[in-house]
């Protein structure tokens, strides 16, 4: 074989060899960019989902909530009528219910949601009325024992008022 064949089979050899490189190196180029994009899509979609989440367990707490003030009527009355323990063991454990979902509403915020609507309100004003620690023995706010049907009312017109908003947040994050 002559110095000439040896330098035709070298540069047969060194093209192929670019072109393989080039290969390599388009589809390492193209199987990144599809890496970034995959985490990038999954990234968008989770924001979302995350959105209707916290949405969803505002919703479920607040539906909590709005129960918990019925019932905290409803016992704070029969406990006025009857002056029975039963009905004001009833009123705080709804009580205790109404702060708990509250609290955990509330709670988000420190998972980093942002929380929108009356929560903050309602706690600060439960708090203020204090019906676990006031009223007949740590249980109302007032000598008849309860929250005032005026209160429970206006909790319940913010609650109803704080769910529109959640529901608007799911709908813009959903659609």
Known sequence: ?????????????????????????????FSGTMLILYVHVRQIVKIPERIVSKNLEIASGAKKMVE???????????FSILEKDEYKGLFVEAARGYKSNLDAILGLEADGYEINGPWKELHS??????????????????????????????????????????????ISASG
């Open 1 to 29: 074989m002559g110095t000439a064949a040896k330098k035709k089979m070298l540069i047969k050899n060194s093209i192929k060899q670019r072109l393989i490189a080039w290969f390599l190196i388009s589809v390492i180029i």
């Open 68 to 78: 918990d003030l019925l019932g905290m009527e409803e016992y704070g009355k029969k």
């Open 125 to 170: 004003e439960f708090n203020r009325i204090n019906p676990l620690g006031g009223g007949f023995d740590g249980t109302g706010s007032d000598s008849e024992g309860g929250i005032p049907v005026s209160v429970i009312d206006d909790w319940i017109q913010k609650i109803t008022d704080g769910i529109a908003v959640n529901e608007q947040e799911i």
